[in-house]
């Protein structure tokens, strides 16, 4: 089993549709996990940490479920200008997980 | 607002040639990490560093390469002997503390011939 999967996509949604990312982790140990955007031959850039009680900043919610090694991240009202990879982070004893990714294209 | 920066922007180099990937990290910050990506693939995790010395590296970072901080602000990457497979885009990036978030540097991209 990988140790951080995600869904492979690509997603292709209406804009100002409401898209759910999800991502699962292996490792029971991990202590502190991101969701990241990356754009076409960018580098990764933050969009939020992930926090056990739920965190949301503006249109974008992360949830954790460390129980079920569960993550994440919804985009409410989504934008052209969200159209990008978006990437779980795992984080064990300094050593930092990227999944694959899910690419996500949002449709005008 | 701080940023990590990273030179060259692209490096071509030959198969046996040693690189030196440069980084600048954000000042306040205290960890610092490589990553690779090649085209189309996952960010992997390479190393990441702290007072001075390595704190994990993946199976990836094998004799082949070091990382050093050689003065107050600078953190580099060598590779001693590319190979082809070396080709990728190198990131850089920087925390405050060890399970914080992470920032990352715009990235070099390695062409190895």
Redesign the interface.
Same mark, same amino acid.
Do not use: A, C
């Given at each position: 089993r990988k140790e951080v999967e995600q869904d492979p996509g690509p997603f292709n949604v209406p804009e100002g549709a409401t898209v759910a990312f999800n991502c699962t982790y292996s490792n029971s140990a991990s202590?502190?996990f991101?969701w990241y955007r990356?754009d076409c031959?960018?580098?990764?850039? &933050?969009l939020m940490?992930v926090y056990s009680s739920g965190n949301e900043d503006g249109r974008f919610t992360a949830q954790l479920n460390r129980a079920s090694q569960y993550i994440s991240l919804l985009i409410r009202d989504s934008k052209l200008s969200d159209s990008a990879t978006y &990437?779980c982070v795992v984080?064990r004893?300094?050593?930092?997980? $990227? /999944?694959? /990714?899910t690419r996500l294209h949002i449709l005008p | 607002e701080p940023e990590v920066t990273q030179t060259p922007s692209h490096q071509v180099t030959q198969m046996g040639q040693e690189v030196i990937l440069r980084c600048v990290p954000i000042s306040n910050h205290l960890?610092f990490?490589w990553?690779r990506q090649i085209l189309g *693939?996952?960010?992997?995790?390479l190393v990441?560093f702290?007072n001075n010395e390595i704190?994990?590296k993946?199976e990836i970072f094998d004799d082949q390469f070091s990382v050093e901080r050689p003065d107050g602000s600078n953190f580099t990457l060598k590779i001693r002997s590319t190979k082809l497979e070396d080709s990728a885009?190198y $990131?850089c990036a920087s925390s405050l503390r060890?399970?914080?978030? *992470?920032?990352? /540097?715009? /990235?070099t991209r390695l062409t190895v011939t």
């Open positions: 202590q502190s991101f990356q031959r960018k580098e990764p850039k &933050l940490s &990437l984080n004893d300094d050593k930092i997980i $990227f /999944g694959k /990714g | 960890y990490y990553y *693939q996952k960010v992997e995790f990441s702290y704190s994990e993946s885009m $990131f060890d399970t914080y978030e *992470q920032y990352f /540097g715009p /990235g």
